[in-house]
């Protein structure tokens, strides 16, 4: 009975030396567990990007009140990109300014500019500019078709502000039919000054020469010929222009005579191809293409 007892005390004993040795084992595994983690953070590079909040790239000046954080280089990249929106913030400031001296421009021709309507058909430009010299220097003169009217319009542009005394013009009888002279709300296109004729003989192939707006694009150049000389009188020459951007075309037409040249202003208003086209005098001659050298 005895031996009984003394076995279980011994057995008792051994379970706890094994309850003290698991323990023993669980605490230094703990303390291994949090030194491999003391081991791991001290490795970390506490200024990484990672560790910054995204604010601080948007502003790199401002800086938290919870770390104390130390700026961060920009980068090539990004100065780039500075540089490309300051050469914006630079073109959009000339942009303006160029659109505010363009008004400006704009603006004092038109004050310089008078609207003339019911211009009789056999009127030229140099005799509509020719009446209304007495009121000042005039610097240009434009006739244009109305579609809707066998009378034309023109624009009338000073060299300064007497448009005002151009006015009192209204009523004159100028070829079969009284003009109306009322102040323009708009300004005059200028004209490239390459295109303006050079000599006497080129001003006088202006006289015989018309420009055309509004022109069918399926409307070929050999059609419009036709359509010119069966109406009007002989063509001697005819350019025809467009591009990609615009919907419709233009035309310089040169006729033999100059005659044939007022018929056609007649002419605006019709229907060629899909298009009612207009007609003006032209500021400009047809001149010849020049056949550049082929290299070789």
Not at 17 to 31: C, F, H, Q
Not at 46 to 61: M, R, V, W
Not at 83 to 102: D, E, H, I, S, T
Not at 243 to 255: G, K, L, N, P, Y
Request: proline share 4%; aromatic share 8%.
């Amino acid at each position: 009975m005895a031996a009984v007892v003394d076995n279980s005390g011994e057995a008792v004993e051994a379970a706890k030396n094994n309850d003290l040795e698991v323990e023993t084992t669980k605490s230094e595994s703990k303390e291994f567990n949090v030194q491999n983690l003391v081991d791991m953070f001290t490795k970390l590079n506490p200024l990484a990007k990672e560790f910054f909040p995204s604010s601080f790239h948007h502003n790199q000046t401002k800086k938290s009140d919870n770390f104390n954080q130390v700026p961060v280089k920009q980068s090539a990249g990004n100065e780039n990109f500075s540089n490309k929106r300051g050469r914006n913030n630079v073109n959009q400031g000339r942009r303006r300014l160029n659109g505010r001296a363009f008004r400006a421009q704009r603006d004092d021709s038109i004050r310089r500019t008078v609207y003339v309507s019911d211009i009789d058909q056999t009127i030229t430009e140099e005799q509509l500019a020719g009446l209304f010299s007495n009121c000042g220097q005039v610097v240009d003169c434009r006739v244009c078709g109305d579609p809707h009217s066998v009378l034309r319009f023109a624009f009338v542009e000073f060299a300064d502000e007497r448009a005002r005394a151009a006015l009192s013009l209204d009523g004159t009888m100028l070829g079969f039919y009284p003009v109306r002279v009322l102040p323009s709300k708009t300004a005059i296109l200028p004209v490239n000054p390459t295109f303006l004729p050079r000599s006497e003989n080129e001003r006088e192939m202006c006289t015989r020469t018309v420009y055309c707006t509004n022109i069918d694009k399926k409307v070929s150049q050999t059609e419009m010929k036709s359509f010119f000389e069966s109406t009007c009188g002989e063509v001697t020459r005819l350019r025809l222009l467009g591009d990609q951007v615009h919907s419709t075309r233009i035309a310089f037409v040169e006729f033999a005579m100059a005659e044939s040249a007022i018929m056609a202003l007649n002419c605006s208003g019709m229907v060629l191809g899909t298009q009612a086209i207009r007609v003006s005098p032209s500021k400009t001659p047809v001149r010849p293409r020049v056949t550049r050298p082929t290299l070789r």
